[in-house]
């Protein structure tokens, strides 16, 4: 199976500022990375698909970066509405793995 | 607009089963792989199975193979998740999803396990 390890675990970032969560994936998955944001009492929300392509409605501050087996999510300019937990996912084979997620939130 | 919206959920004895439905609208359901997430209370997300669009390949986690079935009805764009011989550790939301890359997801439904 695929391991998604996911870093940090906990991310307290001021508003304004840069935010960068990784995943590092086990082997080779391509570009078959997406991103998640998911707010309390509330169903995930797509933000990245195909590791770099920005999701339907997603504001331009998001954006995703790959090297190698490491994936990055980037938030240029952190808002109060960015905070939750962002997970990612890969989906190159079954079983499919999700990375065990990073808590944002406000300084 | 996209709608997934599940239901079936609730208070289930270990050992029992349990049926999920997942109904969805605004997009092709028959062209596009959907598949069942779950997340326990308080922890990440954990996938649980998926199947083609054609209902002609499914795929599992290991913890149920056996024990769930995913299966669909193109005509009536719905998914669903038999689940039987439940245990404690079944216990969570589970989601379902639509599209290679998990675009759309459903409001989720609650589904507990316990005497």
């Known amino acids: 199976d695929i391991q998604m390890t996911q870093s940090p675990a906990s991310l307290s970032a001021s508003l304004e500022e840069i935010v960068t969560i990784t995943c590092q994936a086990s082997q080779d998955i391509g570009n078959w990375l997406a991103w998640y944001q998911q707010k309390p009492g509330k169903s995930p929300q797509l933000l990245i698909y195909g590791a770099t392509s920005l999701a339907d409605g997603v504001p331009s501050r998001f954006s995703g970066s790959r090297s190698g087996t490491q994936y990055s999510l980037k938030i240029s300019r952190l808002q109060v509405e960015d905070i939750g937990i962002y997970y990612c996912l890969q989906a190159y084979s079954a079983p499919y793995t999700f990375g065990a997620g990073t808590k944002l939130e406000l300084k | 607009e996209v709608q997934l919206v599940e239901s079936g959920g609730g208070l289930v004895q270990p050992g029992r089963s349990l049926k999920l439905s997942c109904a969805a609208s605004?997009?092709?359901?028959?062209?596009?792989?959907m598949h069942w997430i779950r997340q326990a209370p308080t922890k990440g997300l954990e996938w649980v199975a998926s199947?083609?669009?054609?209902?002609?390949?499914?795929y599992y986690r290991d913890s149920v193979k056996g024990r769930f079935t995913i299966s669909r009805d193109n005509a009536k764009s719905t998914l669903y998740l038999q689940m039987d011989s439940l245990r404690s550790e079944d216990t969570a939301t589970y989601y379902c999803?639509?599209?290679?890359?998990?675009?759309?997801w459903g409001q989720g439904v609650m589904v507990t396990v316990s005497s």
């Open positions: 999803a639509g599209r290679v890359s998990f675009d759309y």
């Open positions: 605004g997009f092709t359901f028959s062209n596009y792989g």
């Open positions: 199947i083609s669009p054609s209902g002609g390949s499914t």
